[in-house]
């Protein structure tokens, strides 16, 4: 506590450059990486869900998630 209030009363945080752009919060990087992370976060209720409401085996749950990822790679080659 006393190090972060020295920070501040001896202005030591005018010395330090701020953040680029591009690591900013309303980047196209973080927003991706947040993306990226709601997926995830998805898929694992997705995996909880399977394993626990439905009693589905968890290589059975792994075996769906593949298939899904395949099936879905096959319609985003066909359309591009």
Known sequence: KAAFINFISDEEWKSIEPVSSWFGPSS???SSM???FKLSMWIRHGHS???ENLGIP???SYAVFGLATLFLGMIL???S
């Open 58 to 60: 968890v290589w059975g």
């Open 49 to 51: 869900y399977l394993t």
């Open 28 to 30: 196209f990087l973080m």
């Open 34 to 36: 947040s993306a990226l």
């Open 77 to 79: 080659g066909l359309v």
